[in-house]
């Protein structure tokens, strides 16, 4: 590689083939070279870009932001304790309230990392407040089907308004995408929080235990009620401020588990023919199917939004594959739905499940068709990224529609 780096120091684009093709013999090769000739601007150029060190972001760095959050994690967790403070039924306070404790303490921090205007965080707070109103004045009725599923939507509402904040508006396109890729590295980092909070859970107890103490009601009843909420917190606050942790992380996670999962989909698929098992009259089949649906349609949402920047066609193509894939399993679950609906009615479960499916189809069909075109007509990525940001305030609009509307048009059966 040394003779083909000499031979191209007038033609920076072939320099920078040249680096991405091998970037280590590239790195070691030049640097063979420049300690004999370093006169040359591009000989300087590509020696300062070689060998320039990122300074280290330090995770205090930001200290109000660090303040912040820990006030954060002392008020989400005093406000998982309702409960206990003021006596109210933990089964009625936690079904309807539990995107409360963490969601609105989120757009808090990304109002004020984002400086908003005084009228976005109105309408903000104006959302927010409305939302815990109402799921807190639906009737009690624990066999409420359209209680449950506005309690579960609740939840979607919430990470919405969240969004909001973190875009800073409903305009933001870029930030839309942003915002898809925030939710993949803080899935990640917050794995990686649990796992280590788990570990001290466990060497804590066992410890104390050794000394004849048992201080398990008092960890759980204290440090776990602030240490749950915590891990969110304390997770968006990483993905912010020390990028470096998960930048990296996200987007390799997902290049590896794409084309896993496009295999394991085709297994599953072949697998429900001879298994005997029928979507169409098993209820909790289909209810899984559905789960899986909506998983796998993460995985493809993340990846894309956590690879932007990547060129590569293999990464289009199994993607494509995987959303291809992905429709088909979509269509069986959604004739499965048609079917029971045909059969037994329209019912508040079968409605919402039926509309997700379909905004779901349409959107995995968009999808196909930009990957399409990326793949065999040389068409920008990016198009791909922008169908996407454009098609999520349609959940949005659905999410309001199944929260604050669904449950009257069922009389709250």
Known sequence: MLSEIKSNLEAPHELEKLYRSNKTQFTREFS?????SNS?????????????????????????????????????????????????DPEFFFSRNLSFIIFPILACYFAYRNSLSAT??????????AACLFINLLPINTKSDTLILSCMHMMLFMWSVV????????????GRLNYLKFNGDLVVISALLTIAGGILTAITLGLFSLIGADITRFYFNYVIYFGMPAIPLLGAYLT????????????????????????????????????????????EFLMMFNILLIGVMALIFFAIAGNQGDRSKSSA?????????????????????????????????????????????????????????????????????????????????????????????????
């Open 32 to 36: 063979m070279l420049y300690a004999e």
């Open 40 to 88: 040359m601007p591009i000989m300087q150029f590509w020696h300062a870009r070689l060998n320039f060190e990122k300074p280290e972001e330090s995770l205090f760095a930001n200290k109000s932001e660090l303040y912040f959050i820990c006030g954060a994690i002392l008020l989400a967790g005093t406000i998982a304790k309702f409960p206990q403070i003021f006596s109210i």
């Open 120 to 129: 976005k965080i109105g309408v903000l707070a104006a959302l927010t407040f």
């Open 163 to 174: 969004g909001l904040a973190y875009v800073g508006g409903f305009k933001n396109i870029g």
């Open 240 to 283: 912010q401020t020390n990028t470096q942790l998960v930048d990296k992380v996200s987007p390799v996670i997902a290049k590896i588990f794409s084309p896993i999962v496009l295999v394991m989909l085709v297994c599953y698929l072949i697998a429900i023919v001879y298994s005997g098992k029928d979507p169409y009259t098993d209820r």
């Open 317 to 413: 193509l199994v993607l494509l594959c995987l959303s291809v894939v992905t429709v088909l399993v979509n269509c069986v679950a959604l004739s499965a739905i048609v079917f029971r609906i045909s059969e037994w009615g329209f019912t508040p479960n079968r409605t919402a499940i039926l509309g997700a499916n379909l905004l779901m189809l349409v959107n995995l069909i968009l999808v196909c068709i930009q990957l399409i075109k990326v793949n065999f007509n040389d068409a920008d990525e990016a198009s791909v990224s922008t169908t996407i940001a454009h098609y999520l305030p349609v959940y949005f609009i659905w999410t309001i529609f199944i929260t604050f509307v669904l449950p009257f048009l069922f009389g709250f059966k």
